[in-house]
């Protein structure tokens, strides 16, 4: 078994998850693990970063199917014995004009951005070795979508008690809100990417909480982030940060030194806590 650290970043084979694996390869030290769910853009993306001088692995991992997930959990289990950087940043996002039915788009958006992200997360954290970093690619759109909430949900969302499963529960009720189209009359804002980036921010600061009830000496941190607007597939050529300048907050998070106890449990934009 390899004690070489190991860090593995999530849908980076291009976007915000390549430049973060760009970054993580000049100063993270150990493997660096460029995963994505098809196997050609992922060894194109390993051979423009080789081209660059860097040596990043590859790992399949489509976030959408659990028995990749599981594939990948056990070669780290057994090659690494463990992980020691984690970053969720594979996301989807429908574009504005599309016309896809909303509880279509509700549907899909949720079920990569949350209920994906969760199934790493369920898979992989248990693997986190101590002093482990784990960031969670968010967006501000989930605070301002928190805001288009009615209050009573707002009080959910913001509740240091939520569980998981009253989370797994909420993300579920939207979907299945928006195929009776009641998701408005129910409180809920009429957007499914803030919708399920939301669930996204919840869940870091559920997992940090069990963290601190579970593993306090293991001094893992873990946070949410937004990496700003940046010119990516998903956010076009009109936003205002490069991929590189877009990696720079969930980096920052992920290399958190070993003597630092915080940022934990945050939501972080532009390497600054955010209020939730
Ligand atoms: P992007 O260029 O569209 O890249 C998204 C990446 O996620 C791609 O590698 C994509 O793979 C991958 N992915 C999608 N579904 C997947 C799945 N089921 N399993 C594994 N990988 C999957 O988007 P981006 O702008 O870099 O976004 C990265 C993250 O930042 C997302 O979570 C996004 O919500 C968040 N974010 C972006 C912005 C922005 O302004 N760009 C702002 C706030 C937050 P394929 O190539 O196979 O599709």
Redesign the pocket.
Same mark, same amino acid.
Request: glycine share 16%.
């Given at each position: 078994m390899s004690s070489v650290p190991v860090a593995v970043v999530?849908?980076? $084979?291009?976007?915000?998850?390549l430049a973060i694996v760009r970054a993580l390869c000049k100063q993270f030290p150990g493997d660096v693990y460029l995963?994505? /769910?098809?196997p050609g /853009?992922g060894q194109a993306a390993v051979a423009q970063l080789q081209q660059e001088g860097l040596r990043p692995l590859f790992h399949q991992?489509?976030?959408?199917d659990l028995q990749s997930i599981r594939a990948l959990r056990d070669f780290l289990k057994e090659k690494y014995g463990g992980l020691n950087v984690l970053v969720n $940043?594979?996301?989807?996002?429908f574009k504005v004009h599309d016309t896809t039915p909303f509880a279509v788009q509700a549907e899909v958006t949720l079920k990569? $951005?949350f209920f &994906?992200t969760r199934n790493v997360c369920t898979e992989l954290l248990p693997l986190m070795k101590p002093y482990g970093r784990v960031v969670n690619?968010?967006?501000?759109?989930s605070s301002s979508a928190l805001g288009g909430c009615s209050q009573e949900l707002q009080q959910k969302f913001r509740s240091d008690t939520i569980t998981e499963d009253e989370l797994v529960q909420l993300m579920t009720k939207f979907v299945e809100d928006t195929k009776k189209s009641v998701h408005q009359k129910e409180g809920w804002p009429n957007t499914a990417y803030g919708v399920s980036?939301i669930g996204v921010t919840v869940l870091s600061r559920i997992q940090a909480r069990l963290l601190n009830e579970q593993r306090k000496g293991d001094h893992i941190l873990l946070n949410a982030c937004? #990496? &700003?607007?940046?010119r990516?597939?998903?956010?076009g050529p009109k936003?205002t940060k490069s #991929?590189d300048e877009?990696a720079e907050t969930p980096v920052y998070l992920a290399l958190l030194p070993s003597n630092a106890d915080a940022p934990h449990g945050q939501f972080v934009s532009d390497k600054t806590v955010r209020p939730w």
């Open positions: 999530t849908g980076s $084979n291009k976007g915000i998850g995963t994505s /769910r098809d /853009r991992l489509d976030i959408d $940043n594979a996301g989807i996002a990569t $951005n &994906g690619v968010s967006s501000m759109v980036k937004c #990496p &700003g607007w940046v990516t597939d998903m956010a936003a #991929p877009g």
